[in-house]
DNA sequence: CGTGTAAGGAATTCTGACACG
DNA sequence: CGTGTAAGGAATTCTGACACG
């Protein structure tokens, strides 16, 4: 197995196909970027390459602001898991260490 | 099931990646589709778009250049089944039709 | 036959900013 | 906050042709 990733995780898509596959704007899709809920590739140009993964991602992302959701809180539910963990072990630490001063 | 067809099928890639993907290029690519090998879509503006079933069949063609073969005897291969049935079909109804006169 | 390349143009994408709200 | 848009430039892609073989 060299090459374990499939065709749903190639960063492949340029953002005009993202665009279209799913209807946002390249406006919105390179917003969500800025506020780190995406984040694609680039060729060396200088150019955003997606993954079918991110185009459901980002599907996922418009439903979520549909519903009025803001994307602070978007990014914050995402975080929710694996990453919160090691972020919330890390502040309690640092937590037990000021008490200790 | 509105929507059939897997991340394989659809026509999402432009050339230049498909050209990293296969290690073919450009006009190498360019070149399979003039001489009626593979058949990418098209956006409104023209630049051709690939599927990841294209690129697998990229990658297909250029193992069989690699052993020598011609664009003309891959093409003959390709249509060995269902298209060629067909056509013998209304060749050999042809053929009848004009024996009859 | 199959492929490289220079040529000129068109389509695509990029960033930073202004606008509205 | 989230998104549209005009602006200027850079990266990407397109076609037709010449070259070699």
């Known amino acids: 197995m060299a090459d374990a ?6 960063k492949v898509i340029g953002i005009g196909i993202a665009s279209e596959l799913t209807g946002l704007s390249e406006r919105q899709i390179r917003y969500y970027e800025e506020r780190k809920l995406i984040y694609p590739d680039r060729s060396k140009g200088g150019t955003r390459k997606y ?10 992302i418009a439903n979520k602001m549909e519903d009025g959701m803001q994307t602070f809180e978007i990014r914050k539910e995402e975080m929710k898991q694996s990453d919160i963990r090691s972020k919330m072990l890390r502040g309690q630490l640092n937590a037990a260490f000021k008490m200790r001063k």
């Not at 990733?5 to 190639?10: F, R």
């Not at 993954?51 to 996922?60: I, P, Q, T, Y």
């Open 5 to 10: 990733s499939s065709y749903k995780d190639k």
């Open 51 to 60: 993954s079918f993964a991110d185009v459901e991602r980002l599907v996922d």
